[in-house]
């Protein structure tokens, strides 16, 4: 496995409620990811980070803010969770940014009701 | 898990026949590629990568082809086993520094 845990794993929440997911990592790779997954979209990048303090939008950041304070951590931040955000979350990991493959968590299922 | 699992191709094989998993990717600046694994609940797993001054390598029981021309990329899997039903699905990286781009996925069946 590539030593990356996400928590929570499943969560319910409300809508309107913030929520945070985490994912640490023990590889110590300079890039990581937050996709989202839903049927009939596949993996949708929300945020990505190139370093410490240093993040990127996606195709789908609206409604997500995330942070990077360490090298090992990368905090997803939904401000005031929506029904649209119930979705599967994935963290990935990469050494480098391009011709590298990722390696991914086992997810955080997040339903908001 | 079963959620990533609607709307999607499917490929039924028999157990030891060989399986072929084909990816259209759009973008022609693409210069790398990935083939995924991913089975129910779990987050998706890396197969083999190929770069495109490659057309065609090889792993364990897999083979992953690379046709620029056409823009197609296909992942042979030799003797296709019981564990190896799960959704399948190719990404590329568009050129450059830029976020792998991912395919929706092909769900591959295995008939024992």
Known sequence: D?????SPRHKVTETGTPVTL????????RYMYWYRQDPGHGLRLIHYSYGVKDTD????????????????????????????????YF???SVEGDNQPQHFGDGTRLSIL | G????????????????NSIINCAYSNSASDY?????????????????????????????????????????SLQIAATQPGDSAVYFC?????????????????????A
């Open chain 1, 91 to 93: 963290c990935a990991i």
């Open chain 2, 33 to 73: 590629f990935i083939w995924y694994k991913q089975e129910s609940g779990k987050g998706p797993q890396f197969i083999i990568d190929i770069r495109s001054n490659m057309d065609k390598r090889q792993g364990q029981r897999v083979t992953v082809l690379l046709n620029k021309t056409v823009k197609h990329l």
């Open chain 2, 2 to 17: 079963e959620s990533v699992g609607l709307h999607l191709p499917t490929l039924s094989v028999q157990e030891g026949d």
């Open chain 1, 57 to 88: 939008k996606g195709e789908v950041s609206d409604g997500y803010s995330v942070s990077r304070s360490k090298t090992e951590d990368f905090l997803l931040t939904l401000e005031s969770a929506t029904s649209s955000q119930t979705s599967v």
């Open chain 1, 22 to 29: 985490r994912c640490h990592q023990t590889e110590n790779h």
């Open chain 1, 2 to 6: 590539a030593g990356i845990t996400q």
């Open chain 2, 91 to 111: 990404a590329e990286n568009g050129g450059g520094n830029t976020p792998l781009v991912f395919g929706k996925g092909t769900r591959l069946s295995v008939i």
